[in-house]
């Protein structure tokens, strides 16, 4: 009894003096006679404080945590500043360790820190994580240009695509390497944020052509409630992630109008065959392999069933009142990604004369901008062209 009390006492001593992160890290540099100089840490950068920004920085911030001698204790998240309750939301996120708008009630690891400047957010970092909604990335991507180290690595977590002069469209991993001439691969997945930040277990796909370091950066972003599978179908992984948004409209549309779970699983079904004849048509050697990963199938039918896209789709298609207008109404700062793909896909799919071979994708556009009746997706889906 004594003994057991003993060891309680002695463990508890420990929990009150465990060493900070800052302690251990010094610790294991000084132990393994690390120079810092030499074997410098890895910096990370969130670029994107969002609602699913922040859950990756609470991620990043604990698996770095669990890697002392590789990355920085310090991982900057840049803040788009701006006031809420009369405070300045960087502030309250470095006091408080907590994205109050856009992650309420979800702690944030300390090493994150919120800098509102994103030239001095990203300095020095070895790896750049961008996760903010993809109307914004050129912005920033033009004001980082130059300030980056030539080695860096960029992540992106962004889904959309960015229309290109003379009718086509780029990927955002093209827009991001582009402009700022570094390397860059992609996570996308079934992952609700919200889901992710309570820790629930999900899966998610990393895109990367160098095996060697899409291995590396598994090891950033893995925990045991987020597993990760390394592919290099590269354009197959963020082509899932910008198309599936253009569905998951459909299936807001869909549940708007009263219809029930086999005409949504229709939606999915044929928004499905749409996304492979696009890779197909459009990204050739994109692998239906990859469609089986957590990019694929699977980030489809949880944006189809618990997205924001599918949610203000369906109030749309109940109430006839304007997409902008409920996107500000329910989703209180987060934005929409669904519309604008739409509009990008249908920019391509118009100026190839090619809009009747993507009879969904180009329903939803054309119900998203009023040139249709929300009912008339149902004429789409019965006379798709996968039924002959
Ligand atoms: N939320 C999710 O569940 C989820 C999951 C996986 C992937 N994604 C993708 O991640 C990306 C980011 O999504 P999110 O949920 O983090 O963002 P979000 O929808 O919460 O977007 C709001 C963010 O945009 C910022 N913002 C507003 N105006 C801006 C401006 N002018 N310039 C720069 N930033 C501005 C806001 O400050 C805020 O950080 C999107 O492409 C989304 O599709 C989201
Ligand atoms: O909430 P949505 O519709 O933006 O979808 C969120 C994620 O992309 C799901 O993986």
């Not at 009390?5 to 540099?29: A, D, G, M, W």
């Not at 001439?181 to 796909?205: D, K, P, Q, S, W």
């Not at 009879?359 to 009746?373: M, N, R, S, Y």
Request: charged share 20%; glycine share 8%.
């Amino acid at each position: 009894m004594c003994i057991f009390r003993f060891k309680l006492n002695l463990r508890f001593l420990c929990f009150i003096c465990r060493p900070t992160y800052e302690q251990k890290y010094r610790s294991y540099v000084g132990q393994n006679n690390i120079k810092p100089n030499i074997m410098a840490p890895k910096k990370i950068c969130v670029i994107g404080s969002g609602n699913w920004g922040t859950v990756i920085a609470k991620i990043v911030g604990t698996t770095s945590l669990n890697l002392p001698s590789e990355f920085d204790p310090t991982i900057n998240m840049w803040v788009f500043e701006e006031i809420v309750d009369g405070e300045k939301l960087s502030h309250i996120i470095n006091t408080r360790h907590e994205n109050v708008k856009y992650l309420k009630g979800i702690q944030l690891p300390e090493k994150v820190v919120a800098v509102t400047d994103v030239i001095e957010a990203s300095a020095g970092a070895d790896i750049l994580i961008f996760v903010l909604p993809h109307q914004f990335v050129r912005g920033v991507c033009e004001k980082l240009k130059g300030h980056v180290k030539p080695d860096c690595v960029a992540v992106t977590l962004i889904k959309g695509f960015e229309v290109a002069e003379g009718g086509g469209i780029l990927l955002i991993s093209t827009v991001i390497s582009s402009i700022l001439n570094i390397r860059t691969a992609v996570l996308m997945g079934a992952n609700i944020a919200n889901e992710v930040a309570l820790e629930h277990y999900c899966e998610a796909t990393i895109g990367c052509s160098d095996y060697q370091l899409g291995q590396s950066l598994k090891s950033v972003f893995e925990t045991s409630y987020f597993r990760i599978v390394v592919v290099e179908d590269v354009l197959t992984v963020e082509v899932c992630g910008a198309l599936k948004n253009v569905v998951a409209t459909a299936a807001g549309f869909s549940d708007g109008l009263g219809y029930g779970d086999n005409t949504k699983a229709a939606v999915i079904r044929l928004g499905l065959m749409e996304m492979i004849r696009f890779c197909e048509l459009f990204y050739p050697g994109s692998k239906l392999q990859t469609f089986f990963e957590s990019c694929g199938i699977a980030d489809l039918i949880t944006t189809c069933y618990g997205g924001r896209n599918r949610k203000v789709a369906e109030a749309f298609a109940r109430t006839g009142r304007p997409l902008d207008v409920l996107e500000k109404e329910i989703l209180n700062g987060q934005l929409l990604q669904g519309p604008p793909t739409a509009a990008e896909v249908n920019h391509m799919l118009k100026a190839k004369n090619m809009e009747d071979q993507f009879p969904l994708f180009t329903a939803v556009h054309k119900i998203c901008i009023g040139e249709q009746q929300v009912g008339d997706l149902l004429v789409c889906l019965k006379n798709h062209p996968e039924h002959k």
